[in-house]
């Protein structure tokens, strides 16, 4: 028995936010953001459209791609870092908007990793025979973390006024951030079947030492309260990143994955069809690439378009990659990805 990718689907806001949109928010240039990242443009949210609504658009997608209808679905799996509330998590969220029966929904924290680790639960669900179709969805809104409050709104046609320069100088000191994100979900049916395909092995790892490099300090539990309106003045309701380190850790850390993986299964990585990355930043995708030894088309990348939707990259990706043909009946793939905790691991598997 083995866990087998059945359907796939994507929910992906309607608003694009071109860099040079963004460069009248904040002193910026579609030049400096494309030298840094490759991002050209992203997708945000409606106000009020939250990381489980497109969970359930790209959710329901994936459904009827796999010829199933929701009664078919017995556990969901739902990874994201933006959820629409504190509690309860997106699972219940998810299940009401699809119309899900009474099943189990788990929600997950592990960030960019998130579709990853979601991945290895369904596998262990499936393996167990606790459950035969797992419904595994990543779905990210960070457009909340940005300062919308600073003319933001305008990015989306909510406001037309002008942005002052006191604005301006305030947003410029996150760009290395909100430039990055984008907003969107990607969705996979994981189903038990005999034969080949299916995922082969997997390996997750988590180092809790770098917790530090990529987190956010505000709104926590350690806190008394947990949020005060200082943390929310002081930018610690932001996400926080060392990106030196972060670079480092993902072009070392992804790689050493993708061997592992490679190597437990007995192939060479030069045998690989496609590896699937997490879409954080070109740079980093393409010195995973480097790092591998493979050639530029063995690993796509579509974060030029979307930005990092954190636990949505790899759905999306695969999605695409499936829609366009990429993808074909025999071929090895590996997924890898690294995120905040830090958490990251590699996935073989055979289509």
Not at 45 to 50: F, H, N, R, V
Not at 84 to 108: S, Y
């Amino acid at each position: 028995m083995r866990s087998v990718i059945i359907g796939t689907g994507i929910g992906v806001p309607a608003n694009i936010v071109t860099n040079e949109a963004l460069s009248q928010l904040m002193d910026t240039s579609d030049e400096w953001i494309r030298v840094r990242s490759g991002i050209r443009e992203r997708r945000y949210a409606d106000p009020g459209q939250s990381s489980s609504d497109l969970g359930v658009i790209a959710a329901a997608q994936a459904i009827a791609q796999a010829g199933l209808t929701p009664a078919d679905i017995d556990a969901v799996i739902f990874a994201t870092m933006t959820p629409d509330r504190l509690l309860p998590g997106n699972g219940p969220l998810l299940q009401k908007g699809l119309g899900l029966r009474d099943i189990p929904t788990f929600d997950i924290r592990q960030q960019c990793s998130g579709f990853l680790y979601g991945l290895e639960l369904a596998d262990l669900f499936i393996q167990s025979g606790r459950y035969r179709r797992v419904l595994l969805v990543g779905a990210e809104v960070h457009t909340p973390f940005m300062p919308w409050h600073l003319g933001w709104d305008t990015l989306i046609g909510q406001s037309t006024r002008e942005i002052t320069e006191a604005e301006r100088a305030e947003n410029t000191l996150t760009r290395d951030r909100t430039v990055l994100f984008g907003d969107g979900a990607g969705a996979a049916v994981i189903e038990g079947r005999e034969g080949e395909e299916g995922l082969r092995l997997i390996r997750l790892h988590t180092d809790g030492s770098g917790a530090d490099v990529l987190t956010m300090h505000g709104a926590g539990f350690k806190r008394r309260p947990f949020v005060t309106h200082q943390q929310i003045d002081d930018g610690e309701t932001l996400p926080f990143m060392a990106g030196k380190e972060v670079f480092r850790s993902a072009v070392t850390l992804m790689p050493q994955a993708v061997r592992e993986v490679c190597e437990a299964s007995g192939i060479t990585v030069d045998s690989l069809d496609l590896v699937l990355v997490h879409q954080a930043n070109l740079r980093i995708i393409e010195g995973v690439q480097k790092a591998l030894g493979l050639p530029p088309e063995k690993v796509p990348h579509n974060v030029e378009r979307f930005g990092n939707t954190t636990a949505a990259t790899l759905p999306i990706l695969l999605h695409e990659c499936l829609t366009d043909g990429l993808i074909r009946p025999g071929m090895n793939l590996v997924f890898t990805a690294l995120g905040s905790g830090l958490h990251w691991g590699a996935a073989l598997y055979r289509t």
